[in-house]
């Protein structure tokens, strides 16, 4: 970034390194892939600003005839010694389902970051399961648990929500956390615009969580339904 000092009109550049006779820019921040939280802090239930870990806690994304629904479920599940919740994400196109995922999930009760600690996944090809591909877990074939969702995220934050090779590698880079989305009935401010993609291809997309919300666009996909029993108010944990 040019920082102009308008008293002297001189202008600051930012570091470089040269290398070779030229000047390249200031070697980008790397990408974080091991977490160590403490277990004892770590819960199955909670919340921060851009994630609900709450049973009951359901979102539909849609673009079409594609859709996302994103379920809290009233489920546990213990893997590495931590007691996760399951979060199921159905994925349905044309009125067929393409994918069912069951992630297991932890929140830390002092910084809100949430952990994942490892996913089941079945895919299914003309309503047919044709397979896990995705499935990892923990603690097993060199498996960790991957950073979901920060408790307080900052422009620049690059990390893995995955972390099992050759298997799973997804990983997001916080891009933003004052974008706006309007929808037809409503308008999201302040939400945070993450851009994930994975290690292992070289897709990409962009996705977006609204304040007190949680995810409300994931590329093409935008909220249409929420059932959100703390947004109205009412006890939604176990």
């Not at 609900?52 to 213990?78: C, M």
């Not at 919300?213 to 947004?231: F, Q, Y």
Request: glycine fraction near 8%.
């Amino acid at each position: 970034m040019l920082i102009a000092h308008l008293a002297s009109l001189t202008l600051i550049l930012p570091p470089t390194i040269h290398a070779a006779g030229r000047a390249v820019e200031k070697e980008e921040r790397p990408w974080c892939d091991s977490f160590s939280p403490y277990k004892a802090d770590l819960s199955d239930s909670g919340k921060n600003p851009f994630f609900f870990l709450w049973p009951r806690h359901r979102l539909l994304l849609q673009d079409g005839k594609e859709t996302r629904a994103i379920s809290v479920l009233n489920e546990t599940k213990i893997i590495d010694g931590v007691k996760t919740r399951v979060i199921e994400d159905r994925w349905m196109k044309d009125g067929r389902l393409v994918e069912v995922s069951r992630s297991y999930v932890a929140i830390s009760r002092t910084t809100g970051d949430v952990y994942c600690f490892g996913k089941d996944v079945d895919a299914y090809e003309n309503g047919k399961l044709i397979g896990h591909k995705g499935t990892w877990m923990a603690g097993a074939n060199g498996a960790r648990l991957g950073l979901l969702m920060p408790g307080r995220p900052a422009v620049g934050d690059k990390y893995h929500r995955e972390v099992a090779p050759g298997v799973a590698m997804d990983r997001a880079e916080v891009i933003s956390t004052t974008e706006t989305l309007t929808t037809s009935t409503k308008v999201f401010e302040r939400c945070l615009r993450t851009r994930e993609s994975s290690s292992l291809t070289s897709r990409s997309q962009d996705t977006l969580y609204a304040p007190d919300v949680g995810l409300i666009k994931a590329g093409n996909l935008m909220l249409s339904e929420i059932d959100c029993p703390l947004c109205k108010g009412t006890k939604a944990g176990p």
